[in-house]
DNA sequence: GTCTATATATGGATAGAC
DNA sequence: GTCTATCCATATATAGAC
């Protein structure tokens, strides 16, 4: 036991607050001294654990967009048919930001803010070329095999991404707007792994002739 | 002839510079500094003519909020069935979206940044409760006369505001991530148009039994 | 209407004591 | 490891001359 506990303590307190911090005002709307004291610490001991603002981001920013692509890898490099993991992705999606939904938001606007740095020091975290293209492969197969209908596998793509994730980029306007509770929107978007299945379903799969 | 002209050649140029500052950046990340440089000014010229940040920031996110919900209104109160109503929105949306793909982000994020002010300041804009209200009836019942497959009214908007509009949030991670140039996306999205409807009639049509 | 110069505030970061 | 005090850069905003 050579590490003492009241520096673990701070140290994870602050990237915590650092945590909700980023993600409430983005990198430009964040204040360290927010954050110093949401982490109940001061300025100075923040730059003592942290060098500066852009190296706590960046820490933030590298989780947040590590989940944001989340099981993708091993979903597309799995078995099963193209409706199946289609299946798994928005189950597995809609989980993960019905736990966290201002990560697309967030996400989003970080890489609108300085698309470079984004794909200089973030690109490793992604879903490597490779499965996700084999992916689109075999969705171009199905199709070709009349097991599903045929369109621009990209826009098939694109389709279900969007439904699935931009009820929470969208968030604010719309409980705003309909006067929804938190409590309210996500029971909604629990109850949407089925229906938007049932909604994909409808529209890929080829209606058979009896 | 009462007016001069320089001094509406400023303001607007101002007021122009200010739009893409602010929808670069959003409000925090915007210099009142670059909106004089790109407007070619000074900063002093540019409080002459706006009281200060905040106010200049509020005629940019007006008209911005403004063209987001665009000819919704008319859309969903004139005639014609869902269906048609639907291609109507998705063209009218996704044209303006082509011309201004950054608004969609630049509107979410600043709702997310301060969801009162915005129910505050803006709520007058909106489509008003009524025609959506009546469009989402309209739904309803021709789920119930059989013209259209049964599902949540409120999903079936949800999915298809989602895929017209997530595409532009998404933008600069797509483009990044598929090396895709501004020409081809613009070009992929006008496409949309059709491929999108198409999918959405999928989805939402009954098939016939011949 | 437009400029230069400057006031004022804020926020990130560091020095140095304990 | 944690604090107080302070530096310094930047950003908004204003005063006042032309």
Do not use: C
Request: aromatic share 10%.
């Amino acid at each position: 036991m050579d590490k003492k506990e009241p520096d673990i303590k701070s140290r994870d307190k602050i990237l915590a607050a650092a945590r909700s911090e980023f993600i409430r005002g983005g990198f430009n709307g964040a204040r360290m001294q927010s954050i110093a004291d949401a982490a109940g610490i001061n300025k100075a001991l923040l730059h003592y654990y942290y060098k500066n603002k852009e190296s706590l981001f960046e820490l933030v920013f590298n989780d947040a967009f590590a989940e944001f692509i989340p099981k993708l890898h091993s979903i597309f490099s799995g078995e099963g048919s193209v409706l199946e993991k289609t299946e798994q992705y928005v189950d597995a999606h809609l989980s993960l930001l019905i736990e966290k939904p201002d990560l697309p938001l967030f996400v989003l606007t970080e890489i609108h803010r300085d698309p470079e740095r984004f794909f200089e020091k973030f690109m490793n975290k992604l879903p490597g070329e490779p499965p996700f293209a084999r992916f689109l492969q075999q969705i171009a197969n199905e199709m070709r095999e009349g097991k599903i209908r045929t369109m621009n596998p990209r826009e098939l793509w694109m389709n279900v991404m969007s439904m699935t994730v931009f009820p929470f980029a969208s968030r604010p306007m719309l409980q705003r707007l309909t006067l929804m509770a938190d409590r309210e929107f996500q029971e909604l978007m629990t109850q949407r792994k089925k229906s938007m299945m049932q909604f994909i379903r409808y529209a890929i799969e080829i209606p058979v002739n009896n």
